[in-house]
């Protein structure tokens, strides 16, 4: 054990938590699902949570690698968390970190630290490989003498997590020399500092902007400042070019028509590309789910919705369609086989069907909800 981590200053505290909500609202991407799990926390940031990941769109490479994701920015939060980073390089090594995360939860904030995974037993990749990836501190154990956080787990599942003190250390220092690989951004971003802004607690739900984004996601129309790069598995990095806007402007596809870009690259898979992995089907889902849930809450909170009851009751049914296809995808390889060749024609014409149906759906909610505004 270092001697740092008995630090007096602490003793007087055993054990802080901050609130978090574990979800499974947004699970496709950590950048997404970590800061969701602070403001879900806060019922009176949910007017907020719920016009927000309303609308899609997808990213194709160069080699035609699909990534999909939602037409938000990385930090769409700006107006309710209070955030800031500091990279590797700005942390001294003589500043014990485990010290300093215990410090910045005294003060309220959460922690969002890149750590290698090789030195931590709840994740993957322990005693396997070095892997530099993201987990969300939102407490401390003086007593038990660990940190409480959430993030993949062993299973690939969102979960909540323990990580002993001496495996924290190990796993932050270690970061320091293996994070190029699979973070390069932790030269700059290493931890991630976030606390809940007072004045956005006083959001309101604006139902004329959520009805722009489902207008929005059911014309395919996008707005290229808001898509967030996305990037793809690593043997497909060298293809992409960041700083090529023109490029990535005209390999996005907005809103609904994402449908029909996974049923091209469902094609793909029969002609033996590679071309996507089951995160697509995953977001496809959590998506409608979504918006499922917003709907319901519009219901709840505008009495002259009432009346959308029926169509959501309908686009309920195409999101448990999603939601068996998703269970499909996850179990089919993204490479051609031949026994495979039926599942993946069914697949291609269950989205169509669901996409069809949901645009169908969605119009006419569109429309009965414009005229109670």
Known sequence: MHDGFEINEFSQNKKNELKVKLHNEITTYLYRSLPIAIILSESRLLPWFNQHYIQICSQINRNGYIMVDYMELGLNFDDILEHSYIGYDAMDHTVNIIDFVREQIEHGYYVIACLD?????????????????????????????????????????????????????????????????????????????????????????????????????????????RVNYISPPNHEKDQWDNNNAFVLKNRVIYGIDTYDVIIGGLDCILEGKQVMDYRAFHLLFEHSSGISKRLEYIRSNFKKANNIESSCRMYDYEVKKLDSLRLDALKTPYISQPKLEKTIIDMKNSLYSVKENSKVILSEVYEYLLRIL
């Open 117 to 225: 995974e090789f030195y931590l037993s709840e994740k993957e990749f322990y005693n396997k490989r070095h892997f530099v990836h993201e987990s969300l501190i939102y407490g401390y154990d003086n007593v038990n003498k660990k940190f409480m956080g959430i993030g993949f787990n062993r299973s690939h599942s969102f979960s909540k997590l323990n990580f002993d003190y001496d495996m924290f250390y190990n796993a932050f220092e270690s970061g320091r020399g293996c994070y190029m690989e699979t973070a390069p951004y932790a030269t700059d971003q290493a931890l991630q500092l976030i606390h809940i802004k007072p004045s956005g607690l006083k959001c309101r739900f604006d139902l004329s902007n959520f009805l722009k984004e489902i207008k929005s996601l059911i014309d395919s129309t996008g707005n290229i400042k």
